[in-house]
């Protein structure tokens, strides 16, 4: 892979040569190459290869599944890399699957195991707002109705505030997969707006019932900041500062 230094930005391919934009690192361009589709299908040789693709696809498969089943949060308080991050998680929980052979484990299988729920304890959907260095004060959950309780919030104390906040935004989400069958359903609790020089207070975030898919247990908590314009809020620089954290599973 080699970066492209000239004036003229090239996309596309040119006698060989793949020209293209990465996200993360800019303009790029690498030589066409690798082998046949048909033979990695087919050929002996490349068994261990079509067992390791089928175990990727099953850990991106669950990932999307999670990262879909919480999209309702999670849309507003994501960083660009969080696909990537969900799935080298579930490629871990993956491996933790006792039961299958090799190119048949699954994140479901090992999702049953205490370590794989602990991976997945304090996942960060944007890693440039991490619960633990925005929220100072200890939170209280409830796994079995999902709520969440921080005692005595004082906002400018409490938590750090970007510049331009007048206010957050703080709500819990319950959600519970089956990565067996692919279910799933997350119950968002009502919003709790504070402004950002509000005296302590006690909050309690409680969605108003529990998810009816049989499944593993997720309780997150989010943090939106926002600025109140003439009765309007506006997120701050694209909800770069917005918190989303799975804080417990079960």
Known sequence: MAQQKSILKLKGTIGGVTFYKSKNDGYLAREKG????????????????RENGAEFGNAASAGKLLRDAMRALAKDASDGRVTARVTQIMAQIKNMDEANARGERSAAEGMAKD???????????????????????????????????????????????????????????????????GES???????????????????????ATVPAI??????????????????????????AYNVLAIVAVE
């Open 34 to 49: 690798g082998v046949d589709a048909s033979r990695i299908a087919n050929d002996p040789g490349f068994a261990r290869t």
């Open 115 to 181: 370590e794989a729920k602990a991976l997945l304890i304090g996942f960060n959907f944007n890693v440039n707002a991490a619960l633990g260095t925005v929220l100072y004060k200890a939170i209280e959950v409830d796994s079995v109705t999902g709520e969440i309780k921080i005692a005595a919030l004082t906002p400018q104390k409490d938590i750090s505030l970007p510049s331009g906040a007048s206010h957050i935004i703080l709500r819990s989400g319950f959600a519970s997969i089956n990565f067996l069958t």
């Open 185 to 207: 359903e997350m119950i968002v609790s009502a919003p709790v707006r504070l402004e950002v020089g509000a005296e302590a207070q006690a909050v309690s975030l409680k969605p």
């Open 214 to 239: 049989e499944g593993t247990h997720f309780m997150l908590l989010s943090i939106d900041f926002v600025q109140a314009v003439n009765n309007a809020d506006y997120s701050l620089n694209n909800n």
